[in-house]
C-alpha cells in the first residue's frame, strides 16, 4: 500500500474538525446509498456522485454565513446536504417523489431550496456560472454583504459563458466566489486533454480576479481559502476565484465505464489522500475523537441516511396533477 | 460643375430625418470628411460629412426642418471657381421641391401602417388619448413600471449613455442612474444567464436584445433557465423576467438580422410570449409583462416604432397578457395575425371592404399563452380564416391555428384555412428579393379570394 499522506498539524479545535468530519462522511454515506439505488432502479436517469470530493463543498460551507447563497451543477447533492438541506427531501427528489424537494418534478439534476439559498441544480455545463453572478447582482443591488458560492468543474471551465461572468462580475464589483471544482476529468476527458493550461485557479487573471489554488482533498485548507475569499467579497472587492484541485473516485455518473483511467490510480487516491480520513487521523492523533467516539457517529450518521432511503422509497410519486402546476405563476 | 448634396439615410429603416443643425454656412470651404450638419433621425443625432470638397453655394433647407425626406437635396456645393450662379443652376426647381416635400408624408410607414382610428376595449368613456409613437410608448411603460418598483431594472447593450440603439431606453439613464439602468458588455450568453440570476435573487429585470437574432446566442437561458426553473423546483423558484427588443425582418439587413421568433418561443411551456404592433397595446402589455411574476418574451419590430397610435391618458393603463383584440369586426372571413404582420392584415381588410368582403381582423397580440376562444369564435361566424404572419412557413404560428380550428371548429369551416407567412428562404439582402421573401397585402387579398372562391 502506498504510503499515506500525513495528517497535517493544526491548531483547529476538535468541536470544529469533527463537525467537518460528520458532514463530510454525511454526504459520503449519502452517496454511497443513492449509488446503490440507482443499481437497484430505485433512482433513474443520470445520477452522478461526490464521493471523493467532499472536502470542497463542506470546507466551503464552514466560510459561509446566513444568507449567502449557493449553486453549482448536476454533481448537486452534496452542496444541498452541505447547507443544511433535509437529506429526505434531496432522496425522495433523487427517486422522483412527492416528498422530494422539488415534488419528484426537478430530480437528481434539478433541485432547489428557497429557504437555504439554494439556487440548483442545473444540468447545462457552466450554465450556472452567469446565474451565480447574477445572485451577487442582486446581493449587490440590494446593498447586503452577502456572497454567492458559485461552483463549476473543470469542464464547465472551459466554456465561454465561464468568462463572459469573470468579466461581468469583475467590471460590476460583484460578490462571488467561483469555486472550480477541478476533480480532473471532464466526464472521460482527463485536464491534461481538455485544458491548455491546467492551472485552472488563473483563469480569471485577464479579468483581473484575485484567486489561488487550493488542496481540495483538505477540508481545513479548503476552509481557510473560503475564509479569505469570502472576505475579499464581503469587502466589496469584486470576484475572487478558488481553483480546488480534487477528485472523484466514482465514475461521472453512474453509468460511465470509467475506461480512461486507471483502478491503481483511484485506488492511490483513496489510500493515500481521502479528506474523510485525513480528518480522522486529525481527531485521532489530536486526541479528539475517540475509535469508539467515531464508530458512534458513523452509525448515527448511517441511520439518517438509512431513514432518508426509506422516506424515498415509501414517499408516493407526485399526484397525476402535478403534471400541470407550476409551469407558471 | 456643382453638385447637390443629399439628405442622407442614416439607418436601414431611415425615410426622412430632421436636419437640425447646419455646421457650415453658405460660402465656407469644406474638405472631404468635414462634418457639415447634424440630422436626426428616429434613432439618434448623427453627424454628416462632406463626401467632396468645395464650396457651399446654397443652401437649401433651414436647419430645424422636420421630416425631410432621404434624397432631398439639402444644399449646393460648388466646386473651385464655379459662382453663386452655378448653385442656382443645380437647385431644384421649386415645383420639384414641394413635390418633394408632399413625398413622404404620404410614403412614411407612420401614414400606411396606422389605421384610421385605433380600436380600444375596456377603456372608459370620456378618456382622451395621446398620439404616442410604439417607441416611445414601450419607454413610458418602463419608466412607469420602474417608478413604481424599485427592484425592476433595465440591461442591456447601449441601453444606457447610448440611449438605447433604436432609442427605446431614452431618457431613462437619466431618470433612474446606472444602478437601474446598466450598459453591458457585448455578451448575449453571460448577461442573460446574470439576469436570470438576479431574477432568482428576487430582482424583476428587463433585459433589451438589440435584436432577437443576437438572443439566440442566450437561448440556453431563456429557455433552460428562466423557463423551467419554476417546474423544476416545484414550485419554490420562480424567474420574473422581461426579454424584450426588435424581432423579424427590419430593412435591408440580411438573413442574420432579419427572423421572426414568435413560433419559436411560442413552444416552450414555462414563457410567456406577447408581440404587441399598437402603441397602446406595446405599452399595455409591457407593463403587465414587467409585472408578471414569470418570464415573459417580449417581440418589438424596428419596422413600427415610429408609428404614432392613440394611446389612453390612464394612470394604470395595462393590456393583460392571453387576450386577442378584435380591430374591426366582419362577416365573411377572419384574418387573424399579430405584430407587424397586422399592417397588412388591415391593408388587406380596406381594400377587401371596397370589394364588398368584409374581413374580421383579429390581433392575437399574445402567443403564450393564446386566446384560442376569440379567434374560434370568430371563425365559428365567418366560416373561413386566413392567417397572417412574416416567419418563416414550417412550424409557423398559423400552422398552429390551423390545427387548432381543425380540432374546434372543423364542421364550421367553409374553406381550408390559408396562412400567408414570410417564404422558406433565409431573408436576402437585395430589394426586389427581400420584398418577395416577406408577405405581402397582395399575398392575404389572393388568400381571402380563394377562402371566399371568388
Known amino acids: 500500500m502506498a504510503a499515506k499522506k500525513q495528517a497535517r498539524k493544526t491548531n483547529t479545535s476538535g468541536e470544529e474538525l469533527l463537525e467537518h468530519y460528520k458532514n463530510m462522511l454525511m454526504i459520503r454515506r449519502f452517496e454511497e446509498k443513492a449509488g446503490q439505488l440507482y443499481g437497484m432502479g430505485v433512482i433513474g436517469g443520470f445520477c452522478h456522485l461526490y464521493i471523493g470530493q467532499e472536502a470542497v463543498v463542506v470546507g466551503l460551507e464552514a466560510a459561509a454565513k446566513e444568507g449567502d447563497s449557493r449553486l453549482t451543477s448536476y454533481r448537486d447533492h452534496a452542496h444541498m446536504l452541505a447547507c443544511g438541506m433535509d437529506p429526505k427531501g434531496v432522496m425522495a427528489e433523487l427517486t422522483g417523489r412527492e416528498g422530494g424537494y422539488s415534488r419528484g418534478k426537478g430530480g437528481s439534476m434539478h433541485m432547489f431550496s428557497s429557504e437555504k439559498k439554494f439556487y440548483g441544480g442545473h444540468g447545462i455545463v457552466a450554465a450556472q456560472v452567469p446565474i451565480g453572478a447574477g445572485l451577487a447582482f442582486a446581493e449587490k443591488y440590494n446593498g447586503t454583504d452577502n456572497v454567492s458560492f458559485t461552483y463549476f468543474g473543470d469542464g464547465a471551465a472551459n466554456q465561454g459563458q465561464v468568462y463572459e461572468a469573470f468579466n461581468m462580475a469583475s467590471l460590476w464589483k460583484l460578490p462571488v466566489v467561483f469555486v472550480i471544482e477541478n476533480n480532473q476529468y471532464a466526464m472521460g476527458t482527463s485536464l491534461q486533454r481538455a485544458s491548455s493550461s491546467p492551472e485552472l485557479h488563473t483563469r480569471g487573471e485577464a479579468f483581473m480576479i484575485e484567486s489561488e489554488a487550493v488542496d481540495g482533498m483538505d477540508v481545513l485548507a479548503v476552509k481557510e481559502a473560503g475564509v479569505r475569499a469570502v472576505a475579499h467579497c464581503r469587502a466589496g472587492k469584486g470576484p475572487y476565484i478558488l481553483g480546488v484541485k480534487t477528485y472523484r473516485y466514482r465514475g461521472h455518473s453512474m453509468s460511465d465505464p470509467a475506461k480512461y483511467r486507471t483502478r491503481e490510480e483511484v485506488q492511490k487516491m483513496k489510500d493515500e489522500r481521502d479528506p474523510i480520513d485525513h480528518v480522522r487521523d486529525m481527531l485521532e492523533q489530536g486526541k479528539h475523537a475517540t475509535t469508539d467516539q467515531l464508530k458512534a457517529i458513523d452509525k448515527e450518521i448511517k441511520k439518517v441516511v438509512s431513514k432518508a432511503a426509506d422516506f424515498a422509497q415509501t414517499s408516493p410519486e407526485p399526484s397525476i396533477d402535478e403534471l400541470y402546476t407550476d409551469i407558471l405563476r | ?454
Open chain 2, 1 to 454: 460643375m456643382a453638385i447637390q448634396i443629399l439628405m442622407p439615410a442614416l439607418s436601414p429603416t431611415m425615410e426622412e430625418g430632421t436636419l437640425a443643425k447646419w455646421l457650415v454656412k453658405e460660402g465656407d470651404t469644406v474638405q472631404s470628411g468635414d462634418i457639415m450638419a447634424e440630422i436626426e433621425t428616429d434613432k439618434a443625432t448623427m453627424e454628416f460629412e462632406a463626401v467632396d470638397e468645395g464650396v457651399i453655394g446654397k443652401i437649401l433647407i433651414a436647419e430645424g426642418t422636420e421630416g425631410v425626406a432621404v434624397n432631398t437635396a439639402i444644399a449646393v456645393l460648388l466646386e473651385d471657381g464655379e459662382g453663386a450662379s452655378a448653385a442656382a443652376d443645380a437647385a431644384p426647381a421649386p415645383v420639384e421641391q414641394a413635390l418633394v416635400e408632399d413625398v413622404p408624408a404620404a410614403s412614411t410607414p407612420a401614414q400606411a401602417v396606422a389605421p384610421v382610428d385605433t380600436p380600444m376595449e375596456d377603456i372608459p368613456e370620456g378618456t382622451t388619448f395621446t398620439k404616442t409613437t410604439v417607441r416611445e410608448a414601450l419607454r413610458d411603460a418602463m419608466a412607469e413600471e420602474m417608478r413604481a418598483n424599485e427592484k425592476v431594472f433595465l440591461m442591456g447593450e447601449e441601453v444606457g449613455q447610448y440611449q438605447g440603439a433604436y432609442k427605446v431606453s431614452q431618457g431613462l439613464l437619466d431618470e433612474f442612474g446606472d444602478k437601474r439602468v446598466i450598459d453591458t458588455p457585448i455578451t448575449e450568453h453571460g448577461f442573460t444567464g446574470l439576469a436570470v440570476g438576479a431574477a432568482f435573487g428576487g430582482l424583476n429585470p428587463i433585459v433589451e436584445f438589440m435584436t432577437f437574432n443576437f438572443a439566440m446566442q442566450a437561448m440556453d437561458h431563456i429557455i433552460n433557465s428562466a423557463a423551467k426553473t419554476l417546474y423544476m423546483s416545484g414550485g419554490q423558484m420562480g424567474c420574473p423576467i422581461v426579454f424584450r427588443g426588435t424581432n423579424g425582418a427590419a430593412s435591408r439587413v440580411g438573413a442574420q438580422h432579419s427572423q421572426c421568433y414568435a413560433a419559436w418561443y411560442a413552444q416552450i411551456p414555462g414563457l410567456k410570449v406577447v408581440m404587441p404592433y399598437s402603441a397602446a397595446d406595446a405599452k399595455g402589455l409591457l407593463k403587465s409583462a414587467i409585472r408578471d411574476p414569470n418570464p415573459v418574451i417580449f417581440l418589438e419590430n424596428e419596422m413600427v416604432y415610429g408609428t404614432s397610435f392613440d394611446v389612453p391618458d390612464l394612470e394604470n393603463f395595462t393590456v393583460p397578457i392571453g387576450k386577442a383584440k378584435i380591430w374591426r369586426q366582419g362577416e365573411d372571413v377572419t384574418l387573424v395575425s399579430f405584430g407587424i404582420g397586422m399592417k397588412y392584415a388591415l391593408e388587406a381588410a380596406d381594400r377587401l371592404a371596397t370589394e364588398g368582403i368584409s374581413a374580421e381582423v383579429i390581433d392575437l397580440r399574445s402567443l403564450r399563452p393564446i386566446d384560442y376562444d376569440t379567434l374560434i369564435n370568430s371563425v365559428k361566424k365567418t366560416n373561413r380564416c386566413v392567417t397572417i404572419e412574416e416567419g418563416f412557413p414550417v412550424t409557423s404560428i398559423g400552422n398552429h391555428l390551423s390545427a387548432t380550428i381543425m380540432e374546434r371548429a372543423f364542421d364550421y369551416l367553409d374553406a381550408p384555412v390559408i396562412n400567408c407567412t414570410g417564404k422558406d428562404v433565409p431573408m436576402p439582402y437585395a430589394a426586389n428579393l427581400e420584398k418577395l421573401a416577406l408577405v405581402t397585402t397582395d399575398e392575404v387579398m389572393a388568400a381571402v379570394k380563394t377562402v371566399t372562391y371568388r
